[in-house]
């Protein structure tokens, strides 16, 4: 096979779990007007990208800012929008300029979605753009003495009228203008919209595209994931982000506060009104909103009140993944062979780590009858996560679960890993101190070592 083909099926087979995931969830899509303003093939990617989202399956809502929009029309008419306190304050001639960029933003979207080139990824496409009043403004108003004037926030989402135009297999734009009860025009932010727009919906995704760089630790490693907690840390004056990288500032160069924060500070809010996932990307990054949805560690940074990754008991329908893990190293002899009916009658011993709906390891804990001892066996994690320390998150579960079972030493057999387990505590053993029924099923061909550990907190383990 050619190797361009080869590559691109394996993607197409890698990808296939999370369209199933992903077809019919609801997503909302933010990002800034610079994306409409950059170079026409940046553009074009990302309405390619989101245009494949919407055929397969996915309901798309998009929020769309017009901030560089906005302010070439202000430029042109020598005027500007005014801030007071982070805010903005919109007068009736900003307002104008807001109206008009919005409009004009909203019509290029409809534009760019209704191509239909040959030998383009939109060839053949018939893809519906919905709009409207979707969004119930209020103003600002005055604060601190400051009259706000056309600057509102958002007072209510009509979700009803969203989710009858997604049922309707339409992609739903949601522009950051609102409107109030008596017909009067509000200048939002688009972020805001956004947020508001996810909640309303209980979307299964609020995906935010920013014009800044990837969120990093003091390490300049990529923060892929954030737990709630984790990310209000982030946003705490001592651990404020980096403003040139977006990185955990060192302790001499202050309590500055990254471009971020903002995006940042939004996941959170959106998180905590009920969104499950909040993905923050970076729009420069061509292919980004692929990327982030159709690959294990994606692009960009995952904001989510639970954590990414979790571990639970295995179910029957786990089994194909924990098959997956293991067959290469049946193959080679590192496990002993397990069939597939031998893994449904004791799935219930099987701990899984699960990763974006992937089994990505998995052990499992077998109490041995008549006995204080606990065998461990199938230890496995993917060769792409065995940098995480993931073994031995997976062995933690696993002796906390042999203690509740009252259990007081596990005991494992291996013929290439007795190193690793003996750094985690594990002692050799022999075959004859193992239990009568167990040594009947002693593999003398194999000749694997025994090794057995004390459980913290057991009786043998306090004597």
């Not at 087979?13 to 369209?19: K, L």
């Not at 960009?300 to 009140?305: C, H, R």
């Not at 596990?410 to 985690?424: G, K, M, P, S």
Request: with cysteine; net charge negative; hydrophobic share 40%.
């Amino acid at each position: 096979m050619d190797e361009s083909l080869s590559r691109l099926v394996d993607w197409f087979r890698h990808s296939t779990p999370y369209i199933h995931a992903h077809r019919g969830r609801t997503f909302v899509v933010s990002f800034g007007g610079e994306a409409l303003t950059d170079d026409s093939d940046a553009a074009a990617g990302l309405i390619h990208d989101l245009a494949l989202l919407s055929g397969l399956g996915v309901r798309l809502v998009v929020v769309p800012g017009a901030r560089p929009q906005v302010e070439q029309r202000l430029t042109a008419q020598g005027a500007r929008l005014e801030d007071s306190a982070g805010r903005r304050v919109t007068d009736a001639a900003a307002m104008a300029c807001v109206r008009d960029a919005v409009g004009s933003v909203r019509l290029e979207l409809e534009a760019l979605f209704s191509m239909g080139l040959a030998n383009s990824p939109m060839a053949g496409l018939r893809l519906q753009v919905a709009s409207g009043n979707f969004v119930t403004a209020r103003p600002l108003g005055i604060r601190d003495g400051v009259d706000y004037q056309h600057t509102g926030e958002v007072r209510r989402i009509d979700a009803g009228a969203i989710r009858a135009r997604l049922d309707d297999g339409a992609l739903v734009v949601v522009s950051p203008l609102g409107v109030s009860p008596t017909g009067e025009p509000f200048n939002l932010y688009a972020e805001d919209v956004a947020v508001a727009v996810a909640q309303a919906l209980q979307a299964d995704k609020l995906i935010v595209l920013h014009e800044g760089d990837e969120l990093r630790d003091r390490h300049h490693h990529r923060l892929g994931e954030l737990t709630l907690e984790q990310a209000l840390e982030c946003l705490s004056p001592n651990s404020a982000l980096d403003a040139d990288r977006g990185q955990t500032p060192t302790p001499d160069r202050g309590q500055t506060q990254s471009p971020l924060a903002p995006q940042l500070q939004r996941a959170v809010e959106a998180c905590r009104g009920g969104v499950p996932r909040v993905h923050l990307l970076p729009r420069r990054v061509d292919g980004a909103l692929l990327g982030e949805l159709f690959t294990r560690d994606g692009v960009g940074t995952l904001v989510t009140p639970r954590p990414f990754e979790q571990l639970r008991t295995a179910r029957v329908d786990d089994i194909g993944g924990i098959l997956a893990l293991t067959a290469p190293l049946e193959r080679d002899g590192t496990l002993v062979a397990r069939t597939r009916e031998r893994l449904e009658t004791e799935i219930g011993d099987y701990t899984v780590m699960e990763r974006e709906g992937t089994v990505v390891a998995c052990a499992a804990l077998h109490p041995l009858p008549d006995s204080d001892l606990a065998e461990l066996a199938c230890l496995v994690v993917h060769p792409d996560y065995q940098n995480g320390h993931r073994g031995t998150r997976l062995l933690a579960s696993l002796e906390q679960k042999a203690r509740a079972a009252g259990c007081d030493r596990l005991c494992v057999l291996t013929t290439r890993t007795a190193h690793w387990f003996q750094e985690h505590g594990f002692q050799p053993a022999k075959v004859d101190q193992l239990p009568v029924a167990r040594q009947a099923f002693y593999n003398l061909a194999r000749g694997s070592r025994v090794l057995v550990k004390d459980l913290p907190g057991s009786v043998r383990g306090q004597g």
